[in-house]
């Protein structure tokens, strides 16, 4: 998904502000940025970001696109949690997409 914020500022500042209540933050945060979907890993066909919680392991954003199933979350939560040493898992969804040119 490409956004550009230097011409859409005040449709950028306001996906910053969903983007941020979604994860229960307050206000508006830079790194509340949108990313890449077509180069974001994936678990389980779901696109997903991730950084470090602290020395208990990391957060992750799972990306429900319009098209993603309950199924599929539930598997990608599964996986991560297997897989990685999970602090906390929370789910975007998206409900309709601008560009789908991914």
Avoid: C
Wanted: a neutral charge; zero cysteines; glycine letters at 8%.
């Amino acid at each position: 998904m490409q956004f550009d914020s230097a011409q859409h500022s005040d449709e950028y500042g306001k996906l910053q502000d969903k983007y941020g209540k979604q994860f229960g933050m307050k206000g508006r945060f830079a790194f509340a940025d949108m990313f890449n979907l077509s180069k974001a890993e994936r678990v389980e066909g779901v696109p997903f970001e991730w950084g470090l919680s602290g020395p208990d392991g990391a957060w992750f954003n799972l990306v429900k696109l319009p098209d993603t199933t309950e199924d599929q979350i539930k598997r990608a939560k599964h996986r991560l949690r297997t897989d990685r040493d999970v602090v906390s898992i929370s789910v975007l969804r998206i409900k309709e997409l601008i560009d789908n040119t991914f």
